[in-house]
Each structure stands twice: as C-alpha cells, then as structure tokens.
C-alpha cells in the first residue's frame, strides 16, 4: 500500500515560519519526483515546489526564497520550510509522488497552513 503523509501544518502569523514533512511509503522514493502542491478554497490546486530524484529543485515563483523543498532519501521523507509566511499562503498543502515512465502518481491527504493575524 501506497502512503503519503504530511505533517506540520498549523496557524502561524504573518511573517513567521513553519516547517512540513511527508513521510511517503510503499513506494520506490528514490526513483520518484515528488513535490508539495497547495489548494485554497474555490481556487485550483498548484504546484508549491517539485524536487527530481537527484535534488533538482523548481518552484512557483510566488514562493521563491521564502520555501526550500528537500529530500532525505535514506528516509523516504520530503521536506518544505516554509519562512516570512503570508496570508496568501493559506492553504491545505499536499505531497504529491509521480513516476511518469509508469504514469503512476500518488497524493497525500494533506495538511492544513493557515497564516493568519
């Protein structure tokens, strides 16, 4: 069974910091990009930050600078610091885990940000 796991969400103030993990099972981490995508409500889901294998890293231009995505792969666990939060970060944030060669892809449930004063 596949599983992906996010942990760390929570209420954070304007300008503050928090960091998530996804803890992913059930599949082979090393030979998957994964990725941290976020959805506000009545807005789509989009892409936060993406992370290759080898540590190769892309993200929205919304939250360059302020997230770092990073990947422990002894671990199987995804990372996202997330620094100088903003309102607009609200969101529930979901790990995402795609093997294109096999058109396979997995979602966490996700976990809820809220930066709010």
């Known amino acids: 069974q596949v599983q992906l796991v996010e942990s760390g969400g929570g209420l954070v103030q304007p300008g503050g910091s928090l960091s998530l993990s996804c803890a992913a099972s059930?599949?082979?981490?090393?030979?998957?990009?994964m990725g941290w995508y976020r959805q506000a409500p009545g807005k789509q889901r989009e892409l936060v930050a993406v992370?290759?294998?080898?540590?190769?890293?892309d993200y929205a231009d919304s939250v360059k600078g302020r997230f770092t995505i990073s990947r422990d792969n002894a671990k199987n666990t995804l990372y996202l610091p997330m620094n100088t939060l903003k309102p607009e970060d609200t969101a529930v944030y979901y790990c995402n885990a795609q093997f294109r060669r096999l058109g396979l892809e997995y979602w966490g449930k996700g976990t809820l940000v809220t930066v709010s004063s």
């Open positions: 992370i290759t294998p080898g540590g190769t890293t």
């Open positions: 059930g599949i082979n981490f090393n030979v998957f990009n």
